[in-house]
């Protein structure tokens, strides 16, 4: 019996304290709203003060992310332009170089010819300049040395009449064909890695 009794006991003791759950939270609700009641005013500038701070948060990230793209792509337009310029800048010196070693070619001057491959190479900023012979491939005049006298490898068209150049993934190549009198004497290669520009 007296199990009974005490077990009958915390059962009431148990739905007694879930009732006085259930009315602390109606109770606490109740309390909340009362309070938006008797301060209106005040709550609505808090939630106006908590919608314009998420506003300007949102306002501020939308504006920093156009800001970093348009830096991203002024970036990139720079470089662009930057590489377009130094290629068009080496086509040109290319073409002047080109004079100059055909007029060394038809004196056959190859002491000459050197020298002015080594300072051009230094001007330029060209990471390689080669003189290849269109007749059998073969490179006669390298600002490497350990080419002169190899047979060109890589692919190329050796019956072009004016200037040319070639993009690839690390170098820009730029082919200018030096006139003889007649016929082609030689294909001027300048070759700069991309890699390398600065």
């Known amino acids: 019996m007296d199990t009974d009794d005490k077990t009958n006991h915390d059962e009431t003791n148990e ?17 909340f709203l009362a309070f938006i009641k008797k301060h209106f005013i005040i709550a609505i500038l808090a939630v106006a003060l908590i919608v314009v701070i998420i506003w300007y948060s949102a306002k501020n990230k939308a504006t920093n992310e156009r800001a970093d793209n348009r830096e991203t792509e002024l970036i990139l337009k720079h470089e662009t332009e930057r590489h377009t310029m130094q290629i068009n800048n080496l086509e040109f010196a290319s073409i002047v170089f080109s004079w100059a070693v055909r007029s060394e070619l038809l004196r056959d001057n190859q002491e000459n010819l050197n020298q002015l491959l080594t300072i051009f190479t230094q001007k330029s900023g060209a990471d390689l300049v080669q003189l290849i012979n269109p007749e059998n491939k073969e490179i006669l005049l390298s600002s490497d040395k350990k080419f002169e006298g190899t047979i060109y490898q890589k692919e190329l068209n050796f019956n072009i009449n004016e200037s040319a150049i070639i993009e690839e993934n690390n170098s820009v190549q730029i082919l200018t064909p030096v006139m003889g009198f007649n016929t082609q004497i030689g294909i001027l290669i300048v070759e700069k890695n991309k890699t390398l520009e600065k």
Request: no cysteine; charged share 30%; hydrophobic share 30%.
């Open 15 to 31: 739905g007694l304290n879930q009732e006085k759950k259930a009315m602390g939270n109606d109770g606490f609700i109740h309390r």
